[in-house]
């Protein structure tokens, strides 16, 4: 055979492969047309174990019928060398939800979930540039680069939903989420109302004590003459927080040059124990206002100041209503 002849006849056969810029997929993996590259699984029902399985024809029609529903998945990141990026299970015990689009950009996550049904687990693995550029829209860190520059998902897929009973889900989760919360505080507003009164017997404070409709425990060291805060209107206050377990002074208006700090009444811009105790105050007052936890800063606390579920103390002059 004559040595172009050859020559010519090797490049046609290597001309489909440079022209896609596509090597042969990494060992153990599939790949589609795009690039991406996956290990699809099914779960038997009868023997409970996961198998490898065929992708389904393109149009296939459980496939094709999901365009714009919610999958419902756990899923992990990881680079090309197995370290670890993100577990969905270590951030929330739920799936997460993935909506469906009828046409993904190729050689994205969106594109890969569009192969799964609920019961199939798969690993995807991605270049990726593309997956940063197309799904997050950001550069690639440079520790993935340095990794191999690819990107493996390991994909658990759980259920599968129309937008309305997502949005049903959601608003029951949410409902549920406020049921405990409620729960809990009342629980707490027991326990915190029990601690205030401890602390108001103990300083001989109990005869002067008096509570809000809502709660808050108030003190007054000082009443003024001037007329009582209406809801929606400007009150400037001073004041001095501390912490009543401890006694520790977390904030203040000494910290801020003096100022009074100004809020429109029963808008929700302050904590409840505020917008409840100032209500009570006339103009030119002086009090104590005692808030339990559930008024306050709740189960979350603020900062590193207030910790979880702390009972406040607040000395406050109310100086000015606009």
Do not use: C
């Amino acid at each position: 055979m004559r040595p172009f002849l050859f020559l010519s006849l090797l490049l046609a056969a290597l001309l489909p492969t440079l022209a896609s810029g596509q090597t042969a997929p990494t060992p153990g993996f599939e790949r589609l047309p795009s690039g991406t590259e996956y290990q699809l699984f099914r779960r038997d029902a009868t023997t409970g174990r996961y198998a490898p399985r065929p992708l389904a024809p393109t149009g296939d029609a459980p496939y094709a019928s999901r365009a714009g529903q919610v999958l419902l998945v756990f899923i992990q990141y990881r680079t090309d060398r197995d370290s670890l990026l993100m577990d969905s299970r270590r951030m929330r015990p739920e799936p997460v939800p993935v909506g469906l689009a009828p046409t993904p950009p190729r050689g994205t996550i969106e594109e890969a979930m569009t192969l799964l049904l609920p019961g199939d687990s798969a690993i995807f693995r991605f270049n990726a540039d593309s997956v940063f550029t197309k799904s997050m829209h950001q550069s690639v860190p440079p520790f993935i680069k340095r990794a191999g520059n690819a990107l493996r998902l390991t994909v658990a897929a759980k259920e599968l939903l129309t937008p309305e009973q997502m949005q049903a889900r959601q608003q029951a989760m949410l409902a549920e989420q406020k049921r405990l919360a409620k729960a809990h505080s009342a629980k707490q507003l027991v326990k915190d109302d029990a601690a205030i009164q401890a602390y108001l017997k103990k300083n001989k404070l109990t005869a002067k004590a008096k509570k809000t409709v809502g709660g808050t425990w108030y003190v007054v060291t000082l009443r003024g003459k001037g007329v009582l805060p209406k809801k929606g209107q400007t009150v400037s206050v001073k004041y001095r927080g501390t912490l009543l377990a401890s006694g520790k002074e977390f904030d203040s208006s000494a910290k801020h040059g003096g100022t009074p700090f100004d809020f429109v009444l029963g808008q929700g811009q302050v904590i409840q124990g505020w917008d409840q105790g100032i209500a009570v105050l006339p103009k030119g007052s002086k009090a104590m206002l005692l808030i339990p936890s559930p008024l306050g800063y709740g189960e979350r606390g603020a900062g590193g100041d207030i910790p979880a579920n702390a009972v406040l103390r607040f000395d406050v002059e109310l100086t000015g209503i606009k």
